[in-house]
């Protein structure tokens, strides 16, 4: 693919003060109780968005937990640079949508439902921005028709669904996916697992017209440069990994490897204060999924102790609008989030996604392996 197809696709420190008396930040606990109402409610509505089905949409829709290729077919890239399994949005009625809205909500919390839909929604966005620019190009310009052919990618429509194994059963599963975005959620036992979970957004801010302003997954990066701005020089020292993004090493399909080198300065070196922003950071990932599913993953993430997570920064350190990626990583969770190019020469372009290196797709419950293909 051209370089220029590509790019259309494409304060203050906080002071590292000393508290010893602050305690450690509550979380909610895991009441099974409560998972057990979580996950009635998620079967509640994957039956009900079958029951909306043909029989044709039922059976492009549904799959068995053990298909490898249909559930790591998630993918950030339009969809004919990487192709999606499952039954897909503009195929579905206003009450097949309506089913499909409930069953997203039933997994996710308010936060993750809405960041969710907004990046559904905005692929309309990005399309009313790319056809501008294209309607801008001259007719004899011979990458017009070229971008003309990749346009109908930019769609709100273009996101898909599977439905994995029985609802009614103890293990099941679902994933929606389509460009800058996969939600994978798995129930087994009466546990609710829900990554890998990819997020993005091209522009990140929109910088003109009608939605001028509206910015996308904000605040994952403003905890991030938090942490980062508290960190005295030899924290920093540790911290930061590299004054350029290692691309290569971001955790996204096909990298399911990358959580086997560890980088970054670890929590157990961090002042209270600043476990609290690294709490707060992690906060903004695990808070996208309910309360339950929340509170069981960061009992993992605790399970595993400060000495096993860490922190890590590639890139600038003084521009939040710059090239940069950080990355979040443990035995039970691996965040990554990188700015990438953007069609006007800055990085107004991000990616970021979350993973259970010892439990994706609930494969640690499943007792299934899962191996992604690798993605260019």
Do not use: C
């Not at 709100?156 to 389509?178: A, N, Q, Y």
């Not at 980062?228 to 020292?237: H, M």
């Not at 560890?262 to 709490?279: H, M, T, V, W, Y």
Request: proline letters at 4%.
């Amino acid at each position: 693919m051209s370089a220029f197809a590509r790019s259309l696709i494409v304060a203050v420190t906080v002071p590292a003060l000393a508290l010893p008396a602050m305690q450690a930040q509550a979380h909610h606990p895991v009441v099974h109780e409560l998972g057990a109402m979580r996950v009635a409610s998620m079967q509640q509505a994957a039956l009900a968005f079958l029951g909306t089905l043909t029989d044709r949409q039922r059976e492009t829709v549904t799959s068995t937990l053990d298909d490898n290729a249909t559930r790591t077919s998630w993918s950030n890239l339009p969809v004919s640079m990487a192709p999606r399994s499952g039954l897909v949005v503009a195929e579905m009625s206003s009450a097949q949508r309506r089913a499909l809205h409930a069953m997203m909500a039933s997994a996710l919390s308010s936060q993750g439902y809405l960041k969710s839909a907004t990046i559904m929604w905005h692929e309309d966005v990005l399309r009313g921005m790319f056809d501008a620019m294209v309607e801008a190009m001259p007719d004899n310009d011979a990458r017009k028709a070229q971008a003309l052919a990749f346009a109908d990618n930019y769609d709100s429509e273009k996101f898909f669904v599977t439905v994995f194994g029985d609802p009614e059963s103890d293990d099941w599963g679902w994933l929606v996916t389509g460009h800058h975005f996969a939600a994978n959620f798995t129930v087994s036992g009466g546990k609710i697992a829900f990554t890998p979970m990819f997020v993005g957004a091209n522009p990140q801010v929109v910088q003109e017209g009608r939605y001028a302003g509206w910015r996308l997954l904000q605040h994952e990066s403003d905890r991030a440069l938090d942490l980062l701005r508290s960190l005295d020089n030899s924290q920093l020292a540790q911290a930061v990994v590299s004054a350029e993004v290692d691309g290569d090493i971001f955790a996204g399909p096909g990298n399911q490897q990358s959580h086997k080198q560890a980088f970054g300065i670890k929590a157990s070196e961090l002042n209270p204060l600043q476990r609290r922003l690294l709490d707060g950071l992690l906060d903004e990932y695990l808070s996208d999924a309910s309360n339950e599913a929340a509170a069981r993953q960061r009992a993992s993430i605790e399970a595993d102790g400060p000495e096993a997570l860490r922190f890590a920064w590639w890139g600038t350190t003084n521009e939040p609008r710059g090239r940069y990626m950080f990355r979040v990583q443990g035995p039970s969770v691996l965040i990554d989030f990188v700015r990438e190019g953007s069609g006007d020469g800055a990085y107004n372009h991000v990616h970021s996604i979350m993973r259970d290196p010892s439990n994706d797709y609930g494969a640690d419950w499943l007792r299934l392996h899962y191996q992604e293909a690798h993605q260019e």
